[in-house]
């Protein structure tokens, strides 16, 4: 009785496991090939020159001495100075403390564009620093912006 018992659970998982890989039921969402360039292929070669590219005017912003609690904003301008449209796929950050926003559409060639970073200081004291990650569809795809602030109580000067 153990015997069938085991089987039976065996065969169960089998059947589950391969209806579980038919997705037939998901959509998938396709993104156009004329959107994403990728200028390297499968053996190796690869075309760098067309593909696009940041040229942020700088990648780190010190805020300088900020009261405990304030919140404090900082746009990264940034031109595209590659030969095809720049995606940012994704802004994260270090910490909650600190939201991005970043342009959702594509940036042509020699436009510009910003990622608006908004640092809370609420709860932090001292020397901060955030690093904000942006992946995008340059070559290395993912750039590291960073801000700083030293965070004084609410007593002290500025």
Do not use: W
Request: with cysteine; net charge positive; proline share 5%.
């Amino acid at each position: 009785m153990k015997f069938g018992s085991l089987f039976l659970c065996i065969l169960s998982l089998v059947i589950f496991g391969v209806s579980g890989c038919n997705s037939s039921g998901t959509k998938e969402q396709k993104i156009s090939t004329d959107l994403v360039k990728n200028p390297n292929t499968a053996n190796g070669e690869s075309n760098a020159g067309a593909l696009p590219s940041f040229k942020f005017q700088e990648i780190e912003h010190d805020f300088g001495k900020i009261i405990q609690g304030e919140s404090v904003s900082y746009e990264f301008q940034f031109t595209n100075t590659g030969k095809s449209d720049l995606i940012i796929v994704d802004v994260s950050t270090s910490c909650g403390c600190t939201v991005p926003s970043f342009p959702k559409t594509p940036i042509r060639p020699g436009d510009k564009g910003a990622i608006k970073v908004s640092f809370n200081s609420a709860g932090k004291n001292g020397f901060q620093a955030k690093n904000i990650l942006v992946v995008a569809n340059t070559q290395p795809n993912t750039t590291l912006l960073r801000i700083k602030a030293q965070i004084v109580g609410p007593n002290a000067d500025k």
